[in-house]
């Protein structure tokens, strides 16, 4: 077990919707990082954040879009769904001082 | 740009085999490098990891070394198990976010 809590863990939805993802990062850990994994693309970074603002960016689309709250969870918001954007969603968090990441469980987003 | 370059997979081995994964890496610096494993249905976990150059990282019988000169980080296991047939992911930190290999799934047969 990491530490690092992702709901829910799987999720099903049509083209056209709208979904959010939760991550609940390490105690004390700031930075919060979104992947995405899928068969065509592999694990790729989407974005990060650290003690509530954003820090990076990646191969994220436009139709994503993050935020990380005052009791540092995070949320993966995914809007006008398509077939493509089905796949694994991870988060990770980092604490002070290293570069090691530690992965949530997962989210399995489907989209019919 | 930054990249990490795996074997195909899959491997497939016996039980108590001697096991290698390559992986090659191509970064400007010295970047930290990781591998990670996904067992079927789970997430990934962070196998061991190396900061520089001929460190080399060890858990659980696994064992990689941070070439600079070949930049390569390599895993192995001199002897595995059934319970580590998995995907295996090595990765370099660069500017704070992980760049992944494709992954190599490795399958042990009793």
């Known amino acids: 077990d990491s530490g690092v809590t992702q709901t829910p863990k799987h999720l099903i939805t049509a083209t056209g919707q709208r979904v959010t993802l939760r991550c609940s990062p390490r105690?004390?850990?700031?930075?919060v990082y979104w992947y995405q994994q899928s068969l065509d693309q592999g694990l790729q970074f989407l974005i990060q954040y650290y003690n509530g603002e954003e820090r990076a960016k990646g191969n994220i689309l436009e139709r994503f879009s993050a935020q990380q709250f005052p009791d540092l969870h995070s949320e993966l918001n995914l809007s006008s769904l398509e077939l493509g954007d089905s796949a694994l969603y991870f988060c990770?968090?980092?604490?002070?001082?290293?570069?090691?990441?530690?992965f949530g469980p997962g989210t399995r987003l489907t989209v019919l | 740009g930054d990249s990490v370059t795996q074997m195909e997979g899959p491997v497939t081995l016996s039980e108590e085999a001697f096991l290698t994964i390559n992986c090659t890496y191509t970064a400007t610096g010295y970047p930290s490098l990781f591998w990670y494993v996904q067992y079927p249905g789970e997430g990934l976990q962070l196998l061991l990891k190396a900061t520089k150059a001929d460190d080399k990282g060890s858990n659980k019988g696994f064992e990689a070394t941070y070439r600079k000169e070949t930049t390569s980080f390599h895993l192995e296991k001199g002897s595995v198990q059934v319970s580590d047939s998995a995907v295996y992911f090595c990765a370099l930190s660069k500017t704070d976010k992980l760049i992944f290999g494709t992954g190599t799934r490795l399958q042990v047969f009793p």
């Open positions: 105690s004390g850990d700031l930075s």
């Open positions: 990770a968090s980092r604490g002070e001082g290293t570069d090691t990441q530690y």
